[in-house]
């Protein structure tokens, strides 16, 4: 089973700052994982597959990186909307679709 | 609008049954595969099941292999969960969600471009 951990667990950024925030695979996942951002009372939302693709409709301000095993979230200036929780997500390995346990980016 | 609409949540006690459905509309329903993510209360995500667009192959997490069904009506742009043997674990968010973003993408491994608003399912005597 491959095990997503994210961190930091919580994140606390002011508005206009960068946030980076990590996701760590136990085996490899290439390049197929995918980035959410979840907000209280909501469904999750696709920020980013294929590692760096932004999905429809994403500002520029949201970019990923990575491959292997090391994957980034990075939001370059954030805004007021952005603070929510965070979801990584591996589609590479059985079982299917592992989510790590989000990372919590709040206001500073 | 591309749009999913989960309903058939409720409260059951442990043992029980529960069907859910998706109404699905603003796409091609059947060219999609679809997916079921669970979320406990105050968790994280958990992938349950995935369907291929036609219907002919289907996917389970292990926590619910035997105890759930998914299945789909391409006629009636439907995704469904029949889920049985219910346990208190069970009681999350059940999300729908439409798979296909990825180019080339292998069902069950997708990510999820269009999500329902969640429908709660409580086990509980």
């Known amino acids: 089973e491959t095990v997503m951990t994210q961190s930091p667990a919580t994140l606390s950024v002011s508005p206009g700052e960068r946030a980076t925030l990590s996701c760590r695979a136990s085996q490899s996942v290439s390049s197929n994982l995918a980035w959410y951002q979840q907000k209280p009372g909501q469904a999750p939302r696709l920020l980013i597959y294929?590692?760096?693709t932004r999905a429809t409709g994403i500002p520029a301000r949201f970019s990923g990186s990575g491959s292997g095993t090391e994957f980034t979230l990075t939001i370059s200036s954030l805004q007021s909307e952005d603070f929510a929780v965070y979801y990584c997500q591996q589609y590479n390995n059985w079982p299917p679709n592992s989510f790590g346990q989000g990372t919590k980016l709040e206001i500073k | 609008e591309v749009q999913l609409l989960e309903s058939g949540g409720g409260l059951v006690q442990p043992g029980g049954s529960l069907r859910l459905s998706c109404a699905a509309s603003g796409f091609t329903f059947s060219s999609y595969a679809m997916s079921w993510v669970r979320q406990a209360p105050g968790k994280g995500l958990e992938w349950v099941s995935a369907?291929?667009?036609?219907?002919?192959?289907?996917y389970y997490a292990d926590s619910v292999k035997g105890r759930f069904t998914i299945s789909r009506d391409n006629s009636k742009n439907t995704l469904y969960l029949q889920m049985n043997s219910l346990r208190a674990e069970d009681t999350a968010v059940y999300y729908c969600a439409k798979g296909g973003v990825v180019p080339a993408a292998i069902v069950p491994y997708d990510a999820f471009d269009i999500w329902g608003q969640g429908t709660m399912v409580t086990v509980s005597s």
């Open positions: 369907i291929s667009g036609s219907g002919s192959s289907t």
């Open positions: 294929g590692a760096s």
